[in-house]
């Protein structure tokens, strides 16, 4: 199993300048600050690690230096930025292979596009942002070229491109220090930024700036749900249609909350003298103590879970209120939509909470870590529309098997259902009124996928390989979205599709749709599945929503 946003910390280096002579029939492309020479592969040309900006540490981003003289090298992947070190729980053997280097010069993006293309052709842009529960990730950890190839097998060729943004406290720091200073949010400014590069500079790529799509997974699907809400960046003005996979817009923070975090990195890097600008000398202790004073805070492997310690947060400017305020106003970008969960996305984040046992220990883990101002009956609700019956929990429909600890399967379900189904329920359910959107759930054999089921990122193969038993139908749904705006629309390549219906369309007995990937076919149901539950995280949500 590929799980994207599972990546491990690496060694501190630099990969600017990277300048080379130019190599006979290398592809290269001039752009106003500087001529990058890629590579071929196959039917693709790739242009890597192009940097899209420029940032000190606790900036915010700005327009990249001139690089003059000769070409600069786009062959090999730009540094990752600095990540967070996890504590994985045991059992997940599945961690990807270490990044080549990480660096604080990280703002760099990387685009696939056809080779053989006339350079003036204007061809859909699919821009991709990756996952990592905003403490970890990387460019790389997606790769779309066989995306691009198969837009090229099926006549709807597009240019593909993923971005590089700033994590854990080098791009979501809090407290009234970063409000001063005006660097808040600085991962999700990074990636407007790069977005504005696309619209600036993805002609010289082939790609046509009025006809782009953004997605992305898990902590990159979140940021897209950000950045289609309205806010002081217009952010939502750079792109035409999103991809949302398993990543809604949750509730964050004010960036004054957590003021004790803030200072505990300066007690941390011995910065907490009060006769200093403890900003100003957090940007210039040395990497390596700022790192490990990092990674002494909670990852989303931790016990907070889902209830994250580096994340966006209401700042009034890029995440300018709560999201259910927004989505209630309809403040946000009225574009197609494509959005989709997986069934038992909430196994993978109960993993660290296996020690939560006794219906005490949970009501209490809800209460301190996710609802500080419910009320006993109100508490009482929740547990009884999450009861602790293994029978009712996730992974769904596996009777009592795989019921790691006495509260797992429970709290699975509720870290799910919060996370995840309510907020994206909450946001279909509204833009479905005044704008195309289709959904999706993704379902899997659990005799296959065992006590994590169909978790957290458990759908990638189904958009970026071909090899599932369902071949190339997920890849072309998103091809087609990519090129028009509409999963439904392709050309046939040997398979009757099924048809996915928009979001508003009765199904079942309900006024809503969502497609159901199973492990060989697609079949569509009513979006009701543990609607009471999910309804009532979203009367809680909208209760203590702020802006």
């Known amino acids: 199993?590929?799980?994207?946003?599972?990546?491990?910390?690496?060694?501190?280096?630099?990969?600017?300048?990277?300048?080379?002579?130019?190599?006979?029939?290398?592809?290269?492309?001039?752009?106003?600050?500087?001529?990058?020479?890629?590579?071929?592969?196959?039917?693709?040309?790739?242009?890597?690690?192009?940097?899209?900006?420029?940032?000190?540490?606790?900036?915010?981003?700005?327009?990249?230096?001139?690089?003059?003289?000769?070409?600069?090298?786009?062959?090999?992947?730009?540094?990752?930025?600095?990540?967070?070190?996890?504590?994985?729980?045991?059992?997940?053997?599945f961690i990807p292979a270490e990044y080549p280097s990480v660096s604080e010069d990280c703002l760099t993006l990387d685009v696939f596009r056809p080779a053989h293309i006339n350079p003036n052709t204007k061809l859909p842009v699919y821009v991709w942002i990756y996952g990592g529960g905003f403490d970890v990730g990387n460019s790389r950890d997606f790769d779309l070229a066989p995306v691009v190839e198969r837009s090229i097998e099926s006549g709807q060729p597009i240019v593909a491109v993923?971005?590089?943004?700033?994590?854990?406290?080098?791009?979501?720091?809090?407290?009234?220090?970063?409000?001063?200073?005006?660097?808040?949010?600085?991962?999700?400014?990074?990636?407007?930024?790069?977005?504005?590069?696309?619209?600036?500079?993805?002609?010289?790529?082939?790609?046509?700036?009025?006809?782009?799509?953004?997605?992305?997974?898990?902590?990159?699907?979140?940021?897209?749900?950000?950045?289609?809400?309205?806010?002081?960046?217009?952010?939502?003005?750079?792109?035409?249609?999103?991809?949302?996979?398993?990543?809604?817009?949750?509730?964050?923070?004010?960036?004054?909350?957590?003021?004790?975090?803030?200072d505990s990195l300066v007690r941390s890097t011995n910065c907490s003298s009060e006769a200093r600008d403890t900003l100003e000398c957090l940007k210039h202790v040395p990497f390596e103590a700022l790192s490990r004073a990092i990674n002494d805070t909670d990852s989303f492997f931790s016990y907070r879970s889902v209830n994250l310690v580096w994340t966006p947060r209401i700042d009034g400017d890029v995440v300018m209120r709560d999201p259910w305020v927004s989505v209630r106003a309809g403040a946000y970008a009225k574009i197609p939509i494509v959005a989709g969960t997986c069934e038992d996305e909430g196994t993978l984040?109960?993993?660290?909470?296996?020690?939560?046992?006794?219906?005490?220990?949970?009501?209490?883990?809800?209460?301190?870590?996710?609802?500080?101002?419910?009320?006993?009956?109100?508490?009482?609700?929740?547990?009884r529309l999450y009861p602790r019956d293994p029978t009712q929990g996730s992974p769904y429909n596996t009777g009592t098997d795989f019921q790691l600890s006495p509260e797992f399967k429970r709290l699975a379900s509720f870290i799910g259902d919060m996370a995840m189904t309510s907020p994206l329920r909450y946001f279909t359910q509204h833009a479905s009124a005044r704008q195309n959107v289709w959904q999706w759930l993704v379902r899997a054999n659990k005799a296959v996928y065992g006590a994590l089921g169909a978790t957290h990122g458990s759908d990638d193969p189904i958009w970026f390989t071909t090899t599932t038993s369902l071949g190339t139908q997920g890849m072309d749904r998103m091809l087609n979205f990519v090129n028009t705006l509409n999963p439904n629309k392709h050309v046939v390549l040997g398979y009757t599709a099924t048809v996915w219906p928009k979001h508003n369309v009765p199904s079942g007995g309900s006024n809503s749709s969502l497609l159901v990937l199973n492990d060989d076919d697609f079949t569509v149901i009513a979006d009701d599945f543990r609607k009471e539950g999910t309804n009532y995280f979203n009367q809680l949500r909208l209760e203590s929503a702020r802006d």
Not at 78 to 85: F, H, M, S, V
């Open 162 to 262: 993923t971005i590089n943004y700033r994590l854990n406290a080098f791009g979501y720091l809090m407290g009234k220090e970063a409000a001063a200073a005006g660097i808040s949010n600085l991962g999700l400014r990074d990636q407007t930024f790069a977005l504005r590069w696309v619209q600036k500079h993805i002609a010289r790529f082939g790609g046509d700036s009025g006809r782009v799509v953004v997605g992305g997974q898990s902590a990159g699907s979140v940021s897209t749900s950000y950045l289609t809400l309205d806010n002081a960046l217009n952010s939502n003005k750079l792109f035409h249609g999103v991809w949302l996979q398993s990543g809604p817009a949750f509730h964050v923070p004010h960036l004054l909350d957590d003021q004790d975090i803030y």
């Open 349 to 383: 984040f109960a993993l660290s909470s296996l020690n939560v046992t006794t219906d005490a220990q949970f009501f209490e883990y809800v209460h301190s870590n996710f609802f500080p101002n419910i009320t006993g009956a109100q508490l009482a609700e929740l547990a």
């Open 1 to 93: 199993m590929h799980l994207s946003f599972l990546v491990p910390l690496f060694a501190l280096s630099s990969h600017f300048p990277r300048v080379v002579g130019a190599t006979v029939n290398a592809p290269t492309t001039s752009l106003s600050y500087g001529t990058f020479q890629g590579l071929r592969s196959g039917n693709l040309t790739k242009f890597l690690g192009i940097p899209f900006a420029e940032a000190g540490r606790f900036e915010r981003p700005r327009e990249p230096r001139v690089l003059h003289g000769l070409m600069q090298n786009a062959t090999t992947h730009g540094a990752a930025c600095p990540q967070q070190k996890l504590t994985v729980p045991p059992g997940l053997d």
